[in-house]
């Protein structure tokens, strides 16, 4: 089913600094390398059929690029972000004065919350990755903002530092168990499971601690397990619209349990980016009205 994206031209793309364990400012970085491969990944959405809105680049922020952490928006409502280093902090107002200008009910954010990086949405579900960057304070807002229950994760990898390297949400309740809209609903939980049986998702189980496991294992019985190699080329750092996943396209065994699941599996490279910790989710905020 088609959906609506807000993305960001890497035109300032540079590794100046460290802030996670992909980033390593010695190494070379070729901005026209990532804006190749940022732009192969925008064109993919459309040629998907999906809606692609672009936000202005500014200068002196080159991870602005990863728009997924500028916001979470459901339902037409926008929480903006707070960022945990001073490094990306004045994305924050750039993404949200950008919703508010294109129609969002928008909320600044009162604790550290670094949007889609750490906030997913899963059916009725809201998961909420912590550990490194966003806070327990910023998934309590994100409950009152948006009226859905939160389900706290801990990450443990400092590898895996947002959710959405560690977990991707392969059909969520936009999408249902519907045949017509994804993959059969016989590969997912059993429809008397609870409200949020049209859910599905795929995760790298060491990213978490073990009591987050063992949350994970009962409420995704069958979830794919992705293999550490495939979530070391940032494999789960992909975007399902429920049928069609496009993910990185060094993740092959990734691929091929998509594939054997009913999911179509699209692969984009995006290591230039990868060198500052990003794949095709973190480049995209996914535009819920």
């Given at each position: 089913m088609s959906r609506q994206y807000l993305m960001c031209r890497p035109t300032h793309f540079a590794v100046d600094y460290a802030i996670n364990p992909w980033m390593d400012p010695a190494a070379p970085v070729d901005v026209d390398l990532a804006v190749a491969q940022w732009s192969t990944l925008h064109d993919t959405y459309r040629a998907l059929g999906h809606a692609v809105d672009l936000?202005?680049?500014?200068?002196?922020?080159?991870?602005?690029?990863?728009?997924?952490?500028?916001?979470?928006?459901?339902?037409?409502?926008?929480?903006?972000?707070?960022?945990?280093?001073?490094?990306?902090?004045?994305?924050?107002?750039?993404?949200?004065?950008?919703?508010?200008?294109?129609g969002f009910e928008t909320h600044e954010a009162k604790a550290v919350n670094e949007g889609e990086g750490d906030l997913l949405l899963a059916g009725d579900w809201l998961l909420a990755g912590t550990g490194f960057r966003t806070g327990l304070a910023g998934h309590a807002q994100a409950q009152e903002i948006f009226g859905r229950p939160v389900i706290t994760l801990q990450l443990v990898d400092p590898r895996y530092y947002h959710l959405d390297t560690a977990l991707c949400v392969l059909r969520d309740s936009s999408a249902g168990p519907d045949s017509s809209a994804g993959p059969d609903s016989s590969a997912g939980p059993d429809s008397s499971a609870g409200p949020d049986s049209s859910?599905?998702?795929?995760?790298?189980?060491?990213?978490?601690?073990a009591g987050s496991q063992a949350v994970l294992r009962r409420l995704f019985p069958d979830a794919v397990i992705v293999t550490p190699a495939d979530a070391a080329v940032l494999g789960l750092n992909a975007v399902s619209d429920g049928r069609r996943v496009v993910l990185p396209a060094q993740a092959h065994g990734f691929a091929d349990q998509l594939a054997a699941r009913g999911y179509e599996p699209v692969g984009v490279d995006l290591s230039e980016l990868r060198k500052a910790g990003g794949g095709p989710k973190c480049c995209t905020l996914e535009l819920r009205p």
């Amino acid at each position: 089913m088609s959906r609506q994206y807000l993305m960001c031209r890497p035109t300032h793309f540079a590794v100046d600094y460290a802030i996670n364990p992909w980033m390593d400012p010695a190494a070379p970085v070729d901005v026209d390398l990532a804006v190749a491969q940022w732009s192969t990944l925008h064109d993919t959405y459309r040629a998907l059929g999906h809606a692609v809105d672009l936000i202005d680049p500014l200068p002196g922020l080159p991870d602005m690029v990863f728009a997924a952490n500028g916001a979470t928006v459901i339902d037409g409502i926008a929480l903006g972000v707070q960022f945990r280093h001073p490094q990306r902090a004045a994305e924050a107002p750039a993404y949200l004065s950008w919703l508010a200008r294109a129609g969002f009910e928008t909320h600044e954010a009162k604790a550290v919350n670094e949007g889609e990086g750490d906030l997913l949405l899963a059916g009725d579900w809201l998961l909420a990755g912590t550990g490194f960057r966003t806070g327990l304070a910023g998934h309590a807002q994100a409950q009152e903002i948006f009226g859905r229950p939160v389900i706290t994760l801990q990450l443990v990898d400092p590898r895996y530092y947002h959710l959405d390297t560690a977990l991707c949400v392969l059909r969520d309740s936009s999408a249902g168990p519907d045949s017509s809209a994804g993959p059969d609903s016989s590969a997912g939980p059993d429809s008397s499971a609870g409200p949020d049986s049209s859910a599905e998702v795929a995760y790298l189980p060491e990213a978490f601690s073990a009591g987050s496991q063992a949350v994970l294992r009962r409420l995704f019985p069958d979830a794919v397990i992705v293999t550490p190699a495939d979530a070391a080329v940032l494999g789960l750092n992909a975007v399902s619209d429920g049928r069609r996943v496009v993910l990185p396209a060094q993740a092959h065994g990734f691929a091929d349990q998509l594939a054997a699941r009913g999911y179509e599996p699209v692969g984009v490279d995006l290591s230039e980016l990868r060198k500052a910790g990003g794949g095709p989710k973190c480049c995209t905020l996914e535009l819920r009205p």
